[in-house]
């Protein structure tokens, strides 16, 4: 699901279909499909239909909003392993990372959960909706980007306000094989809120290891024919490298090319895992 009338200045990824690859070996005899299929499609709507307690104030709502994306993880038959830094439990960071899924906003909210920076039209679509409306998301207007300072603005607004917010600096997904350049415009958030960003480095993998681009949402995929790829495949680990925080500084493209930097240097590294637990590409999030 692409925009129409995307701003021309907008990256684009170089991914499409033929970047996405499932075999049968990776998914197994049919009827074992169909039988998996059918389990984590009615434990997907029965956490679906509970996520309205996110919600609701209470105390500890977000180590209830990391364990209820682990689990949502876990019914779509995704697990996570985590490695590099520890997680640093401080007020007012902003949170980076390439984009490769719609599953990245579950990953990262089992982590740091915070707000989203996400296209507009985001929190129109079924399922993913009003899980990001809960998730207090920040919308961007891909086709006005005139309103882009605002959006910047409010993010730095959160920062102050000690609230974690999280965007996806490529401005679109890739299939998690190549990658897109960081975009320097939410940094000057960080900046203007004197506050930290911490960057992370997403990846996805079967069951064995070998790199899988099952999750991706590139090209003319619809979300229903990647939500299928998912929950159909015997397995998917997605790893996540905790990268080093990284001051603000004074300038938005240094500071852009710095997480960039990090995240690759995650990305080359082979995920040891400290724990674990449970055309164009699609612009899911600014």
């Not at 070996?25 to 499609?41: L, S």
């Not at 909003?65 to 960071?93: A, D, E, H, K, T």
């Not at 299928?228 to 490298?241: D, E």
Request: include cysteine; proline fraction near 7%.
């Amino acid at each position: 699901m692409t925009l129409a009338t995307e701003h021309p200045w907008l990256q684009r990824a170089t991914c499409d279909a033929a970047c996405v690859a499932v075999g049968a070996a990776d998914r197994g005899r049919r009827p074992v499909v169909a039988w998996r299929t059918t389990v984590r499609v009615a434990a997907a709507l029965v956490l679906l239909s509970g996520m309205w307690l996110l919600a609701v104030p209470m105390p500890g709502r977000s180590h209830l909003q990391r364990r209820y994306c682990r689990m949502l993880l876990r019914s779509l038959g995704v697990r996570m392993s985590v490695s590099g830094g520890p997680i640093r439990n401080l007020r007012g960071v902003l949170v980076v990372s390439g984009h490769v899924s719609w599953l990245d906003v579950f990953a990262i909210g089992a982590l740091l959960p915070g707000s989203f920076v996400a296209r507009a039209d985001l929190v129109d679509w079924p399922g993913l909706g009003p899980i990001v409306r809960i998730m207090k998301v920040i919308p961007i207007d891909r086709t006005r980007l005139r309103r882009l300072p605002s959006v910047v603005a409010t993010v730095a607004e959160r920062l102050r306000s000690g609230a974690t917010v999280v965007a996806f600096p490529e401005g679109t997904t890739w299939c998690g094989l190549a990658y897109g350049r960081f975009r320097p415009a939410m940094f000057q958030a960080a900046i203007d809120a004197g506050r930290p960003v911490q960057p992370l480095q997403l990846s996805y993998r079967h069951g064995d290891g070998r790199p899988s681009t099952v999750p991706a949402f590139v090209g003319d995929d619809t979300l229903l024919m990647s939500i299928r790829r998912v929950i159909s495949a015997r397995r998917t680990i997605c790893h996540v490298s905790v990268e080093s925080l990284q001051l603000p500084g004074e300038d938005r493209r240094e500071l852009a090319a710095r997480c960039e930097a990090a995240v690759r240097v995650g990305a080359s590294r082979p995920p040891a895992v400290r724990r674990s637990s449970c055309g164009g590409g699609h612009a899911l999030a600014g």
